[in-house]
């Protein structure tokens, strides 16, 4: 397609055009046109979406920066909303990693929303991203589009990650298409008492598989390889970003207490708290349990 500028043409395609995605045209009621702007190329490649809370967490803000950097160093192409929160963290962070990824819009493509993510919007075309809309060029955004956007988003993708997700959410609406198009749902499990992980864990519930890492989403695609994750850098900043309220038994496990009785001795905390704070270590990749024993990353 040549040198990519913020200038690209917007071309329309339409569902019985070869450059159609197959599995999208195979969801109950797949657009009838799509706008596209930016690297179509993409729309051949394996696709994964990432999608989540628009008042997220900073946990799930570091979340999303993990799956995505590690989903796109496998090399999928990542797919989102473009809405505050998780989706602007995933395409934001993509491209930081040199990954591509591609935007689905509730509007037309001249209209960006929300306002405060022009930036956004320039720099995944810059960044050989693309962005897609079903609706014509100067449509505005309402509730009804962007919920109709979600078929799109889970219907060009392999399989989708939630990251967060409030209960009654947007993200659960597009969990739900997902599973009706018969795409995999992968979900990261919360704190009973989050409420950003009511949805989460009521997706668990409903079938959803729970994963943990980038290893267990790649494992369930036959047609891919799991790439090792060079995580030295992760590994020499862990112990610095390890949550305040984690830090005491992420120590003493770092310390020698390797299994839950000896960090019940060790700390103070009741062993409920010892185990959410365990839990969630664990999902946040900072530790590993074993035949009941843990150790740090």
């Known amino acids: 397609m040549g ?30 046109q799509l706008y596209l702007k930016g690297n179509i190329e993409l729309l051949k490649q394996n696709c994964i979406a990432i999608i989540g809370s628009r008042s997220c967490t900073k946990n799930g803000e570091n979340l999303a920066k993990k799956f995505a950097s590690e989903l796109s160093g496998q090399g999928l192409t990542i ?9 602007a963290i995933v395409h934001r962070k993509t491209i930081d990693e040199n990954g591509k990824t591609i935007a689905v819009l509730g509007s037309g493509l001249n209209y960006i929303f929300p306002k405060e993510n022009e930036g956004l919007y320039y720099d995944i075309l810059k960044s050989g991203g693309l962005i897609i809309s079903e ?17 799109i988003v889970s219907g060009i993708s392999i399989g989708i990650l939630v990251i967060e997700a409030m209960d009654r959410s947007g993200t ?5 298409l997902a599973t009706q198009q018969g795409r995999k749902v992968f979900v990261l499990p919360h ?7 009511k ?18 989403i790649i494992e369930e695609f036959e047609f891919l390889s ?18 305040k309220e984690y830090q005491e038994i992420y120590n003493l496990i770092k310390n020698g207490a390797s299994n ?16 959410n704070i365990l839990f969630m270590l664990e999902i946040d990749g900072f530790i590993t349990k074993k035949q009941g024993e843990y150790k740090c990353i």
Do not use: W
């Not at 797919?79 to 989706?87: C, N, P």
């Not at 839950?260 to 185990?275: G, L, R, T, Y």
């Open 3 to 32: 040198e990519l500028t913020i200038d690209l043409e917007i071309v329309k395609i339409k569902i019985g055009d070869e450059i159609y995605p197959e599995q999208l045209r195979k969801i109950k009621n797949p657009p009838k």
């Open 79 to 87: 797919v989102s909303g473009m809405a505050k929160g998780i989706d």
């Open 135 to 151: 609706y014509s060029p100067n449509v505005e955004p309402n509730s009804k589009m962007f919920l109709e956007r979600n078929r």
């Open 172 to 176: 659960s609406v597009t969990a739900r």
């Open 191 to 197: 704190e009973i008492e989050d409420i950003h992980g």
């Open 199 to 216: 949805g989460t864990n009521k997706l668990i519930r409903k079938g959803a598989t729970l994963i943990t890492s980038t290893q267990e």
């Open 226 to 243: 799991f790439k090792e994750i060079n995580d030295n850098k992760t590994k020499a900043i862990r112990s610095k970003i390890v949550k």
């Open 260 to 275: 839950i009785n000896a960090i019940c001795e060790e700390s103070e905390k009741s062993i409920k708290d010892i185990n």
